[in-house]
């Protein structure tokens, strides 16, 4: 899945020839999961038409304040087509449309459309190549480049004119790669490695029964999506559960029993930077599993239990440079268990549920946390969507590693 999924992408086009490139560069955002509108200036509609490009983006397509030939006209609000996006391409940028970024000119939706944008903007040049090599414009690049915005350098080959230099708009293909890799370089979580352990887990009783729990496994899939979405390598080890998840960087390792559990979250954790652990751990099994069905017999039946084994203490015995993240889901005296948890189990933090809390917990689709570091800082969370507190749990974890 490409990084730029669901993300936001304003096009901006100026006017030169290879604004005939925006047709199909249009189309390669949206093949990767974007969403994309289009602002033009008026000079580019000579080079290729909105039709085209409101068809193939699948919104209108805006390159004047309002449309002159609509009596219902409304204006084109640049503030709000600004803050929309995530990411403005300004693709051909032209030097007379570079020029004007560089120096504040206003003058078209484009340029107002650029100056009220908050989001980082790529600008991918493209013109003769004596005008490319001109100081001016060299210039313009420095000037551009030194209030943050990145350059999609153009590349070698013919140009319209017959002459053959750089000043090609870099091909769509390989300005979406660009935007995803420089995207994905900026990420807090680029280079780190991330465990996750999550669901319940099955004790067998015999060939056909088992102890469970009722954990959904939505919070630990959560958190294992907003890592990746940060930029981790992450790898997912998740006890039965009807949670699905498709992300190229996200390795999911299906384990049924806290044994299994153990072992592959032994096997990973020498490898990662960061270790969190939200399964749903069962605390006791069954002592034998009978290799036959248990048939029926008396009005009672006594089943031995013995522990399983603490993954996550055994984890903070062997800690070495690893951010070690625990849960504790508590009913009563909640602070105190799981600060006596975070130090039992040797943990940099612990993230509480209390059952108390209404929509924290194992069904929901909410979670309400408090989160405790070793320094005994405590900070509590709203109740928030799963997806939202995972967001919450990460920044702590990105604070701790860049501290
Ligand atoms: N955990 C684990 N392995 C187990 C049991 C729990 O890794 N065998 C982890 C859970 O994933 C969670 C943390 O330990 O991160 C807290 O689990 P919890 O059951 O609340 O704590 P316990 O130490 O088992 O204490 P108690 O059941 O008495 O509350």
Redesign the pocket.
Known sequence: MSILSGKNILLGISAGIAAYKTASLVRVFIKAGANVKVVMTPASKDFVTPLTLSTLSKNPVHSSFYNEDDENAEWNNHVELGLWADYLLVAPATANTMSKMANGTCDNLLLATYLSAKCPVYFAPAMDLDMYKHPSTLNTFKKLKSFGNIMIPATSGELASGLVGQGRLAEPEDIVAFMEQDVLNKLPLKGRKIMI?AGPTYEALDPVRFIGNHSSGKMGFEIAKASANFGAEVVLITGPTHQKVNHSLIQVVPVVS?QD??EA?HTYYKTVDVAI???????YKPKEISNQKIKKKDSTLVLELEK??????S?GEIKLKQLL??????TNNELE?AKG?LK??NLDL?VLNSLNDKGAGFKSETNKVTIIDKENNITAYKLKSKAEVAIDILSEIIKKLNA
Request: no cysteine; hydrophobic share 55%.
């Open positions: 352990t806290a559990m153990y979250a652990l939200s399964a749903a751990v069962a605390d399983t084994k603490d993954i996550l203490a984890l993240v625990g849960f504790a889901l508590e268990y948890k039992k189990k612990i």
